[in-house]
């Protein structure tokens, strides 16, 4: 079955930068546009970066834009988000998520993905 396993998440000062790791089996993973989504207690999960099946074409939400690059190794399997000058109202878990096909106005509506990971923690304090 298809698994998504998220490593890399950890606790780090404001302005400082992590990198999130998703690895992925059980899936073609080169024809699966792969997401990240955020959520915090008492809130629903949070679009934050989407690379598509080719890699080419990358969005993100606008908190983020600037700071966060998502990237996609197929012959790894593995998804990315490198976090730089994180704040905390970054904090929260982070989740990865894959879906195939979807038209790409709905890249960044949680229901449009098929799988998700378990989901790593980070957390942005002094």
């Known amino acids: 079955q298809v698994q998504l396993v998220e490593s890399g998440g950890g606790l780090v000062r404001p302005g400082g930068s992590l990198r999130l790791s998703c690895a992925a089996s059980?899936?073609?993973?080169?024809?699966?546009?792969m997401g990240w989504f955020r959520q915090v207690p008492g809130k629903g999960r949070e679009f934050v970066a989407a690379?598509?099946?080719?890699?080419?074409?990358?969005h993100y939400a606008d908190s983020v834009k600037g700071r966060f690059t998502i990237s996609r190794d197929n012959a790894k399997n593995t998804v990315y988000l490198q976090m730089n000058n994180l704040q905390p109202e970054d904090t929260a878990v982070y989740f990865c998520a894959a879906r195939t096909g979807g038209i790409l106005s709905t890249i960044r509506r949680e229901d449009q993905y098929h799988h998700w990971g378990q989901g790593t923690q980070v957390t942005v304090s002094s």
């Open positions: 690379i598509r099946y080719g890699g080419a074409s990358t």
């Open positions: 059980g899936l073609t993973f080169r024809t699966y546009t």
